[in-house]
């Protein structure tokens, strides 16, 4: 190869890898522009079924709350709590559960028991992972669906 060819294949080279790097941020693979998704970071299937046990658990010694999952079938929560969650996070999951606002309606729940249950959330997010960043992640989430469970998410009536 004389020099020529060479640099002529350095260019393509160096065309074909930056088109690439383009492909791959114009597809919207995350990995390549953001690293990993929410979802991995918490461990991904295994590490959220994991966190959702340890909630459940909590949820049944927190005497503020306890008494809401009672006579609730726990295996059905449990499946559809880890598939809200792998599904919010970014993972794959379709969540086949009811919405927030017609799941916790008729619950009467108070500031206090949301409070006190998103703390148990956090408490199994941060027994499980050791990152910071993921645990204040999990609360913006949280508190973003407040108005959706406490049912006081504000609704176009005239469904325009
Ligand atoms: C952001 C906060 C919350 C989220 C994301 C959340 C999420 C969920 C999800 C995904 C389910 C499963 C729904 C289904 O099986 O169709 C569920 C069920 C349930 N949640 Fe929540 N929840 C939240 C807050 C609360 C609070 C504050 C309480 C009570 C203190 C609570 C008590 C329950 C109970 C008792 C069930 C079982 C209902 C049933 O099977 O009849 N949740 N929740």
Same mark, same amino acid.
């Given at each position: ?52 046990? *340890?909630?459940?658990?909590? /949820? ?8 809401? =999952? %009672?006579?609730?079938?726990? +295996?059905? $929560? ?20 009811? *919405?927030?606002?017609?799941? /916790? ?8 028991? =949301? %409070?006190?249950?998103?703390? +148990?959330? $956090? ?38």
């Amino acid at each position: 190869m004389n020099w020529k060819t060479l640099r002529i294949v350095g260019v393509c080279t160096l065309v074909i890898a930056s088109n690439m790097i383009t492909m791959s941020v114009l597809a919207g693979d995350e990995e390549a522009v953001a690293g990993p998704t929410l979802y991995e970071r918490m461990g991904s299937s295994d590490g959220i079924t994991q966190i959702v046990e *340890d909630l459940i658990a909590l /949820h049944q010694k927190n005497p503020a709350i306890s008494h809401y =999952f %009672d006579d609730v079938d726990l +295996d059905r $929560l449990a499946t559809n709590v880890v598939a809200f969650l792998v599904a919010g996070t970014g993972g794959p999951a379709n969540y086949e559960g009811r *919405d927030m606002t017609s799941t /916790h309606s008729e619950m009467g729940l108070s500031v206090a028991d =949301f %409070d006190s249950a998103v703390a +148990d959330v $956090l408490t199994a997010v941060k027994s499980n992972v050791n990152d910071d960043d993921v645990v204040a992640e999990v609360a913006a989430i949280l508190e973003s669906l407040r108005p959706a469970v406490m049912g006081t998410a504000v609704t176009d009536s005239a469904g325009s």
